[in-house]
């Protein structure tokens, strides 16, 4: 077997993988020093570039990166909105106090 074609059936069995593990889990996320100790050049980008390809044959919008903390992942967009979302209501609870008493409920906006 040539060096091509057992990179091709490596590059398909990720691929693969990341097909069953989106379409369970919605994301998919990896070590970059681990993908970088794996001796295969680019492993980085050929893995992001597997989930591309995973989610293509899933029809699902994906968004793929490599995070401070050194993880490479990709995730289906609608879970990543949905969390960034959550996030911001999750912020906005902790940065504004609960509405008071005297302003709750009043319509009369003719004292502001």
């Known amino acids: 077997m040539t060096t091509n074609r057992l990179a091709e059936r490596r590059f398909e069995a990720l691929v693969q993988s990341m097909v069953e593990k989106l379409s369970a889990d919605g994301a998919v996320i990896d070590s970059v020093q681990v993908l970088e100790d794996s001796g295969v050049p680019d492993a980085v980008e050929k893995w992001r570039?597997?989930?591309?390809?995973?989610?293509?044959?899933?029809?699902?919008?994906?968004?793929?990166?490599?995070?401070?903390?050194?993880?490479?992942?990709?995730?289906?967009?609608?879970?990543?909105?949905?969390?960034?979302?959550?996030?911001?209501?999750?912020?906005?609870?902790?940065?504004?106090?609960?509405?008071?008493?005297?302003?709750a409920g009043s319509s009369d906006l003719s004292e502001v």
Do not use: C
């Not at 570039?49 to 919008?61: E, K, M, V």
């Not at 992942?73 to 940065?95: G, M, N, P």
């Open 49 to 103: 570039a597997a989930g591309r390809a995973a989610a293509r044959r899933l029809n699902l919008p994906v968004h793929t990166g490599i995070s401070r903390d050194g993880q490479v992942w990709v995730e289906v967009f609608d879970k990543l909105t949905e969390r960034r979302d959550q996030s911001a209501v999750d912020w906005i609870t902790e940065v504004l106090p609960p509405a008071s008493k005297d302003y």
